[in-house]
C-alpha cells in the first residue's frame, strides 16, 4: 500500500535510526566496536587503507581536485556513485552520466547518514571511498532483496557540482517551461511562485477554503511521465500541514468538480525530500512505512488532480 503523496515530514526512518542508536549507550559503544573492526579486518585482509573520521567513517581519495569548490552546510551536491555492501552481497551504480543524483547536505537530509560526514570532506572534481559503518546507515534494518541487517557500505563518490538552493529554481523552471512547449500546454497559467495551473475539465461547483476538507483523485509524476503515486478518493484537510505549498495553491483555484494540472518546481512541492541510497530500496522503505513520501530530492513535479468534494 503506497502512502499519500501531498505533504513533506521528516522522515520516520531517520527518527528511528536516532532512537535506535541511543537505546542504551553500551549498545551502542558495542555497535561501533563491531564495525570498525569488521571495517578494519576489511582493509587488512584486502590489503588496503584508508583513514578514520571522528564520526566513525572511514575514507580515501581516490582523485583530488585542486580548486574545486568546499562543500558547506545546506549545499545542494550533485554526485555519481557506486556503492556496495562490505560482503558484496549488494551493488548499485549511478547509471545516467548525463544526470547524476542531487542531495541536500545537512542533517538528516540522506541515508546513509555517514555520507554527510563523508562530502563534508570534498570539493567539486574529487572522488572518494567511503566505508560507511551500519549505525551510520541502515542499523538494524534489512531488506532480503538488498543486503543485511547491520550492512557496511562501500561508497565511491565523485563530486560534480555543488549549487546553493537558490540557483536551482532557474533549472528546474527551464525544464518545466521546455515541457509546457513540447506538449503544446498553451492554456497553461503560469503564477509567480512557479506554479503552473491548467484546467483539464471545468467543474462549477464550490472553491476550497482555508481548512476544508476535500476529497481528491489525484495522480503524481515527474516530468519524463514517470508515474510516482495516485490515490482515488483521498479525504484531506486545505492548509499547509497536510499539502505541500504548490498543491495547496492549485486546490484553493479549483472548483468542485474540477480535473486540473499542477506543474510545480522542488521549492513549492517536496523542496530537498530526504536522498535514499541505495535508490532501489527506497519503494519498500515507503511500503514499510520508515519513510513518507517517495519523490526524489530537487525534482519538479506535475499532479493531476480530479476535485471531487468540497466539505
Request: with cysteine; charged share 25%.
Amino acid at each position: 500500500m503506497k502512502k499519500l503523496q501531498l505533504y513533506y515530514a521528516l522522515p520516520l526512518l531517520l527518527i528511528l535510526f536516532a532512537i535506535v542508536s541511543c537505546d542504551t549507550e553500551s549498545a551502542y559503544e558495542q555497535r561501533v566496536e563491531e564495525d570498525d573492526n569488521r571495517i578494519k579486518g576489511f582493509l587488512a585482509e584486502n590489503g588496503l587503507d584508508a583513514e578514520r573520521h571522528s564520526s566513525g567513517v572511514y575514507y580515501k581519495a581516490l582523485n583530488e581536485e585542486s580548486g574545486g569548490e568546499n562543500i558547506r552546510a545546506g549545499d545542494v551536491v550533485s554526485i555519481y556513485y557506486h556503492m556496495t555492501t562490505l560482503d558484496s552481497v549488494y551493488e548499485e551504480m549511478t547509471t545516467d552520466s548525463l544526470n547524476p543524483i542531487k542531495l541536500h547536505q545537512y542533517n538528516s537530509s540522506m541515508v546513509p547518514t555517514g555520507l554527510i560526514d563523508g562530502l563534508s570532506m570534498m570539493s567539486t572534481g574529487d572522488k572518494y571511498r567511503f566505508y560507511i559503518p551500519s549505525y551510520l546507515a541502515y542499523d538494524h534494518y534489512a531488506n532480503n532483496s538488498y543486503f543485511n541487517a547491520h550492512a557496511i557500505f562501500i561508497m565511491d563518490i565523485e563530486v560534480v557540482e555543488v549549487e546553493e538552493t537558490d540557483d536551482l529554481l532557474d533549472g528546474e523552471m527551464e525544464a518545466i517551461n521546455n515541457y509546457i512547449e513540447e506538449h503544446n500546454l498553451d492554456s497553461i497559467e503560469s503564477f509567480s511562485s512557479g506554479l503552473q495551473y491548467m484546467v483539464l475539465e471545468e467543474g462549477d461547483g464550490d472553491q476550497p477554503s482555508e481548512n476544508n476538507q476535500v476529497k481528491l483523485n489525484y495522480t503524481l509524476r515527474y516530468l519524463d511521465g514517470t508515474e510516482v503515486d495516485e490515490h482515488d478518493e483521498v479525504v484531506s484537510q486545505v492548509n499547509d500541514k497536510y499539502m505541500v505549498k504548490g498543491l495547496l495553491e492549485g486546490i484553493k483555484k479549483m472548483h468542485e468538480g474540477e480535473t486540473a494540472m499542477f506543474i510545480m518546481p522542488s521549492e513549492i512541492a517536496f523542496g530537498g525530500s530526504v536522498a535514499i541510497l541505495p535508490t532501489e530500496v527506497r519503494e519498500d522503505l515507503l511500503d514499510d512505512g520508515l519513510i513518507k513520501y517517495n519523490v526524489l530530492p530537487f525534482t519538479p513535479i506535475i499532479y493531476e488532480i480530479e476535485l471531487v468534494e468540497v466539505r
